[in-house]
């Protein structure tokens, strides 16, 4: 049965197009085949976008050996590892699923509320009246100091200052476009030395593995049961055989949560922050509910806000911070809206497009927070985090810190754009993230409750 159209152009030029100009080529794409389309990428056999719900509800909720997650997901492993939760598969995946799982949800969370509140304040402390605030650098050190701290547990000593300074120079080239051609194009994988990406690279995640191995055998000759970070949890986590985790395993998922997770919360801050300010009815009615909180410090309270929700809800589908999700290989011929998909089939359930769905998000190219107070969408409508059994194991971690940031910021500063330009998206990893460097201006503090209510 024939594959879905698509564009005709060589695959090299698409290759390009997709790390390059990534919203423009779906845009065209969607317009010209509609909701699942067949591109081309190098050293693949086929490759098909999807975003209609109807065939992400059968992706999504596909039976265990319908696709091949590992294989699809190899070209991530110099960067993650082979063993993190990205490019495993079968019960190998699930064991590391269900590891993982536990100290991102529930009663963890609001241990870390208190580490988010706290590093939010420290931030905030610096700033002053008339001073500009790179969102870029500031919601990259305070998304990369909780997951050090929350992940890591290192709050401070030598290591703390080399991991921070580490994961930024790998942050920012793991995110870099060209760094996104050489991960599809294998050629371009060569250490020619430190003038080399690749060579730089290597050498980079060598010093970064030095200290994470240290840091996981200084654990395990001097274990402290009451730690609370992810590390600690992890290690003492056994699965169904009573088994510990090895090192590798250790040192691939935190590489895998600190890589991911930091950087796709920062960039979502940052858009939030951007459209919060740019757009005065949503800066209003934002702060006009977060005057309601009789206890600015009760982090449930401010979880829970409706408003403030909605906004998080609108940012991750507007510029969605993984614009697709983890590439699936049909193992067994595979139907979806009339089309059979042969075995070597490699399908990319296609968020950035299904949250473009006018549809089902009218007008969506207009930012409108009160869309998720009108309905409920389901999951194969909405899915900033992928789905099934390859949704991103923060999916509830991450909107958690981006409310209690939100709240934080904007309940102590009035703040304003200080370039009010429109701001493009451009690829950021498997994200989108703003064409340039957006500043806010610290315009003065915000009274007290009791005075606002006087």
Known sequence: MKLPNGPRTPALVQVLQWALRPTN???DCAKR????FTIKLPGSKATVFVSHPEALEQIFSAPVGAFNSSEASEIFQPIVGKHSLMVLDGRQHQRQRKLLMPPFHGDRLRVYAQLIGRLTEQMMDRWQPGDEISLKSSMRDISLEVMLQAVFGITEGENLEILRHKFVEMEEMATSPIFAIHLFVRKLQKDLGTWSPWGKFVRLRKEVDRIVYAEIAERQRNPEPGRTDILTLMMAARDEEGQL???????DEMMTLLLTGQDT?????TWALYWIHRLPRVQQRLVEELSTLSDRADMTAITQLPYLSA???ETLRYYPVIMASLPRLVKTPFKVLGYEFPV????????YSAHQNEEIYPEPKEFRPERFLERQYSSFEYC???GGNRRCVGFAFAPFQMKLVLAAVLSRYQLALADPRPIQPVRHGPGLAPSRDVKLRVVAP????EQQRV
């Open 25 to 27: 080529f779906l845009d």
């Open 33 to 36: 085949f509609g909701r699942t």
């Open 245 to 251: 985790m090895t090192d590798a395993e250790l040192r």
């Open 265 to 269: 919360i920062a960039v979502g801050l």
């Open 311 to 313: 906004v998080c809800q």
């Open 344 to 351: 070597g089939t490699q399908i990319f359930p296609d968020i």
């Open 384 to 386: 900033p985090f992928g």
């Open 446 to 449: 915000v009274a007290p409750i």
